[in-house]
């Protein structure tokens, strides 16, 4: 069982900077695939960005340039650096991790962009 614990989410103008960190409950952390999906009412979950065991990443077209996935293996963690956010990155973020056979997510937490 892998259990992941987001922080970072909270209020902020449009234009401003966010990271979200994910800290996994795992000593398997570095062979997972990590990654941040998010969420709005009446939508369907959609992937943010996504960074694997070999450090491959994959954003999502609304997102390029702007969100910069990271992890250190050493901390079991995971971060989402958010820069240039706009009121359309209002969600509720949620971390993933996976592997092979196993596929785990946090909790969510809320990120909110006013105009």
């Known amino acids: 069982q892998v259990q992941l614990v987001e922080t970072g989410g909270c209020l902020v103008q449009a234009g401003g900077s966010l990271r979200l960190s994910c800290v996994a409950s795992?000593?398997?952390?570095?062979?997972?695939?990590m990654g941040w999906y998010r969420q709005v009412p009446g939508k369907q979950r959609e992937l943010v960005a996504t960074?694997?065991?070999?450090?491959?990443?994959n954003y999502a077209d609304s997102v390029k340039g702007r969100f910069t996935i990271t992890r250190d293996n050493a901390k079991n963690t995971v971060y989402l650096q958010m820069n240039s956010l706009k009121p359309e990155d209002t969600a509720v973020y949620y971390c993933?991790?996976?592997?092979?056979?196993?596929?785990?997510w946090g909790q969510g937490i809320q990120v909110t962009v006013s105009s």
């Open positions: 993933n991790a996976w592997g092979t056979t196993l596929n785990y």
């Open positions: 795992s000593s398997i952390f570095n062979i997972l695939h």
């Open positions: 960074r694997s065991s070999s450090g491959s990443t």
